[in-house]
């Protein structure tokens, strides 16, 4: 299995463009969390999916902030318009259940917002 | 207000000896808890776990041990080895509802 899967690793944009970030979870798993990574606040769970659906977005600092699940292979995290202070490390998981379940995570994906 | 904290951004250990690192808790709904290690520009890969109703969990050369009255959990590592450097994230979860919540981790570096 190649694991979690996240485009693009690194993405560089300027203050007020629209961010997409994406994410392919493993095969089978009926759960997608995005964590985002920061200095001052460490992993910080953003939003997360049980079989395509939202159950909390509790997380999701603001409107600028969406996410959607279209199916069972795919998430998107889109953030528009960017600033500066979503610079940060956008991770995505994914786990079979959800409690006592590990979660197995991408890469992540660097964004700079200049 | 942080709900899983890990007081000590660093920790510099000798290689052959034991590494310690600590995590606190705050919420007491919190009843499943994860080691996870990161090498720099990866994912969080999982380490070892421990269910609230445990108090030692062991696998191979890493133990977790949690005090549920102090909430408290720490991770041993022994002995430690040059790839045991990385950063170790403590987190936690309650009930199967929510999705975890992470410390700010420890980097942990081992010397030769």
């Known amino acids: 299995d190649a694991g979690v899967i996240q485009s693009p690793r690194h993405e560089v944009t300027e203050m007020g463009q629209e961010v997409t970030l994406r994410c392919k979870p493993i095969?089978?798993?009926?759960?997608l969390f995005w964590y985002r990574q920061t200095m001052m606040r460490g992993l910080e769970l953003l939003i997360y999916f049980n079989n395509n659906v939202p159950i909390d977005d509790s997380g999701m600092p603001e409107d600028r902030f969406s996410a959607k699940m279209p199916n069972a292979s795919f998430s998107t995290l889109k953030i528009q318009p960017s600033e500066p202070r979503d610079s940060a490390v956008y991770f995505c998981?994914?786990?079979?259940?959800?409690?006592?379940?590990?979660?197995?995570f991408g890469p992540g994906t660097r964004l700079t917002v200049l | 207000d942080q709900q899983v904290k890990q007081n000590s951004p660093s920790l510099s250990v000798q290689e052959g000896r034991i590494s310690i690192l600590n995590c606190d808790y705050t919420?007491?709904?919190?009843?499943?808890f994860l080691w996870y290690k990161k090498y720099p520009a990866e994912g969080p890969t999982f380490l070892i776990s421990i269910s609230s109703i445990k108090d030692k969990n062991e696998d191979g050369r890493f133990t977790v041990f949690l005090n549920k009255s102090a909430k408290h959990l720490s991770l041993h590592i022994v002995p430690s080895q040059p790839g045991d450097s990385a950063v170790y994230f403590c987190?936690?979860?309650?009930?199967?509802?929510?999705?975890?919540?992470f410390g700010k981790g420890t980097h942990l570096i081992i010397q030769p």
């Open positions: 919420n007491s709904m919190f009843d499943y």
């Open positions: 095969s089978g798993h009926d759960y």
């Open positions: 998981a994914s786990s079979p259940g959800l409690e006592g379940d590990t979660q197995y």
């Open positions: 987190a936690a979860q309650s009930g199967g509802a929510d999705g975890l919540t």
